[in-house]
Structures are given as structure tokens and as C-alpha cells.
């Protein structure tokens, strides 16, 4: 195997379609026959395995899932209204998560522990959430200590990350939050402390900071795990009040405001509403700003005739355009972008998964550790006992 040198270590560099690395591939591949996607007979074949195990399963589906595969789920959501809705379910044994790897996290943690969550693809995983690793997270911690600071800073963490960040902000004081609760985490957060650690997401963080809670862009500062203290000084951080995790979301972080420009001038009187995941200079130039669930039910509500540019994931835009047909619904952007994780989970996986359940076979189980699950639980009851809005993504 060739490798090349990065860092401290060497990686491995993979032939495509010819080498795996298990050490950093969640899954890559289905034990057993996967279905092929020409198969013509998958819609019956998943029809017929979800109605053979009845009650005993409880398909989730994300917004963000292809329409195939959206068909089958018994419920639709963001990913903690998914969560709650399995938790919800506890006569269900089996919870099939269509959707990435830290939602599964989320639900398995949620549940009880006579229910497994299936994740049919354990590659769909999630390119936010991946930026912020455990131990790339306790270093900044322990640099916020060395400067001073670890003990009047809270941490939160944007519902999209993996359950050990999750668990990090329940240990240390901090909390959970959605796109749509994010300005009362921080309010809470500030009334913790003095200075808030947000993770991953730094637009989420700097448009929730900036737009609703009245800080400067010169108070929120950019930690980049990739570079020596996170590429700040003391200063930097005893001066700063949010201290921003370097992540950020591949679909919502690729608009620009270039594009609101574009479709203003395609589109006469058009609506640009974008999610808070998007960039702070496309975010001010937009009409409206919310999360999924915002976002799908101001559309739905707006008057016959009028035109919206939407800036979020491309299968959910569709299907809002499809199902809005009384109304003029474009993608923001004019280049085409699906959620590429979010996107493994395609029909053949979850027939895959539904007629291994039927021949008694458990697939892709999520099972987040007992001490982790603890503190992550922690972190999630503190969002929960928040004053105000419902959370959702």
C-alpha cells in the first residue's frame, strides 16, 4: 500500500474502487448481497419486506433523502424531531434511521435500550460533523485553559455532531442546540459564562451570535484545529466572546452571494431564503433565514404565484417545488448539490436492511457507549430544558 506523509503520520493513498482504509471508513461496503439499483423489483421487494415486519420497524426518513427512499418512511423530519419521534415509538424494537451517522447516534441515545437503530449505510456520514474529532476537541480545550479562559467559557454543539462532542459539552458545562434554538442556547451559554466555545459549524455560531444576540464580527474568532493553538493568540482568545470551531456544512457553506445577486436578476421579485448553516455574507443578503423546518413551512404557506430561491439541500428543494406547484421554487445556487452523505442511503440499502430484519438479521446496529451516552444525554436535557422554541434543526 502507498502512503503519503501528512503530518505526524502517514496515510494511506487508496486506488479507487481497488483499496479500503477501515480505519477511517465508517463502511464502505454491505456483508451479504446488496441489491443492485437496476433491480426493478426494489419498490415491491421493500413494500413487501416493510409490510412483513409490521410494527417491529420504524422507518425514519430525513428531509434530505432522495425521494425513493423518503416514500417508505413512516415519519419525515430534521434529525432531533427524528430522534424524539423514535424515542417516541418504544414498542418499536427496530428504528431504521434514513440519514447520516450522528443522527443514528442521536436516536440511539434518545431510546431505550430494548431498541436498536439500524443506520442502512454506515458510510453516510457527515462532513460538518467529522471536523471536529474528540481529541481535536479537548486540545482546544486544554488551549483555553492555558490561556486563562476554560473556566468562564461553555461549550455548545450544533445538533450535527457525533455523540463524543455531544457527551465533551456535557461534561464541561455546556449544552446542545438546534439551527432554530441556537439563539436561547447562547443566552443560556452566556448566562453560564463569560465566552462561548461553538462547535462545529462556525456560521451557524457567528449568524446566531451576530444576527440575534447583538455581538460584533470582531468578538467571534475561527479555531483551526489544523494549525499551532488553533492559530490564535492569547489575546485573540481572552478578547473574543464566541470562539468558533473552523467547520462548516459542504452544501450550505458552497452559496454565495454572488448567487442571491444571480437569481435577483433571473427572477423578478424572488424571495431568497437561506438556512443559518450558509455563510455570514449570504445570510444578510437573504430575506429570510431559518432552519429546515422553517424553511418548509414558510414556503408552504406563501400565496400562490410567488417565487422563492432556496438555499438548503437539493432533494429537499425539489421536493418542496414538486409538491408547491402553485409556486415558483428554484435552487439558489445554479450548479447542482446534493448532501453526498446523505445520499448513500439509497433503495438498495434499505431493502438490504428491511429483508435482513425479515430473515432475522441485524444490520449496521448504532450503539453509542454506556459513558457517553450518559454525558451526551446531559448535554441534550440541558437544550431540552431550555425556555421558548420547539428545537429542530
Known amino acids: 500500500m502507498t502512503t503519503i506523509a501528512d503530518g505526524p503520520k502517514s496515510l494511506p493513498l487508496l486506488f479507487l474502487g481497488q483499496n479500503t482504509d477501515p480505519h477511517s471508513e465508517r463502511g464502505v461496503e454491505c456483508p451479504g448481497a446488496l441489491p443492485p439499483a437496476s433491480d426493478p423489483d426494489l419498490v415491491e421487494r421493500a413494500l413487501k419486506a416493510k409490510a412483513a415486519l409490521g410494527n417491529q420497524v420504524f422507518v425514519l426518513g430525513h428531509h434530505y433523502q ?31 434511521f434514513c440519514g447520516v451517522h450522528f443522527m443514528a447516534e442521536s436516536a440511539d ?25 474528540i481529541q481535536q476537541v479537548e486540545a482546544a480545550w486544554e488551549a483555553l485553559a492555558d490561556a486563562g479562559i476554560a473556566d468562564t467559557t461553555v461549550p455548545i454543539t450544533y445538533m450535527n455532531s457525533s455523540a463524543d462532542i455531544k457527551a465533551f459539552c456535557g461534561r464541561n458545562g455546556g449544552a446542545v442546540c438546534t439551527s432554530s434554538n441556537a439563539d436561547v442556547a447562547l443566552e443560556w451559554a452566556f448566562e453560564q459564562g463569560e465566552k ?51 467547520g462548516h456544512c459542504s452544501v450550505h457553506g458552497r452559496f454565495t452571494p454572488e448567487s442571491v445577486d444571480d437569481v435577483r436578476s433571473r ?40 417565487s422563492w430561491a432556496v438555499a438548503t439541500e437539493l432533494n429537499l428543494v425539489q421536493r418542496l417545488a414538486k409538491q408547491n406547484p402553485d409556486k415558483n421554487i428554484v435552487f439558489l445556487d445554479k450548479t447542482v448539490c446534493y448532501c453526498a452523505t446523505m445520499n448513500r ?30 454525558y451526551a444525554r446531559i448535554a441534550l436535557d440541558r437544550m431540552l430544558a431550555l425556555p421558548g422554541k420547539t428545537a429542530r434543526d
Request: net charge negative; charged share 25%.
Open 66 to 96: 432522495r425521494d425513493e427512499v423518503i416514500q417508505f418512511a413512516d415519519v419525515t423530519g430534521d434529525s432531533f424531531k427524528l430522534a424524539r419521534d423514535a424515542a417516541n415509538r418504544p414498542d418499536a424494537p427496530y428504528i431504521v
Open 267 to 306: 427572477v423578478p421579485g424572488v424571495q431568497v431564503i437561506v438556512h443559518p448553516e450558509c455563510r455570514n455574507e449570504v445570510v444578510t443578503k437573504a430575506d429570510l433565514v431559518g432552519s429546515t423546518e422553517y424553511i418548509i413551512k414558510t414556503v408552504e404557506a406563501a400565496e400562490p404565484g410567488t
Open 345 to 374: 442511503i439509497d433503495l438498495p440499502h434499505l431493502v438490504w436492511t428491511l429483508e435482513n430484519l425479515v430473515a432475522g438479521h441485524v444490520v449496521n446496529p448504532i450503539k453509542v457507549d454506556a459513558d457517553t451516552e450518559r
Open 196 to 246: 462561548v466555545f461553538f462547535l462545529p459549524d462556525q456560521h451557524l455560531g457567528r449568524n446566531t451570535a451576530v444576527m440575534k444576540m447583538g455581538i460584533s464580527l470582531d468578538e467571534c474568532v475561527v479555531y483551526d484545529p489544523h494549525k499551532p493553538n488553533g492559530g490564535l493568540t492569547r489575546e485573540q482568545l481572552v478578547a473574543a466572546k464566541m470562539i468558533l470551531w473552523r
Open 109 to 133: 441515545i434518545l431510546t431505550n435500550d430494548n431498541q436498536t437503530v439500524i443506520l442502512p449505510d454506515l458510510a453516510a456520514g457527515c462532513s460538518m460533523a467529522d471536523m471536529a474529532r
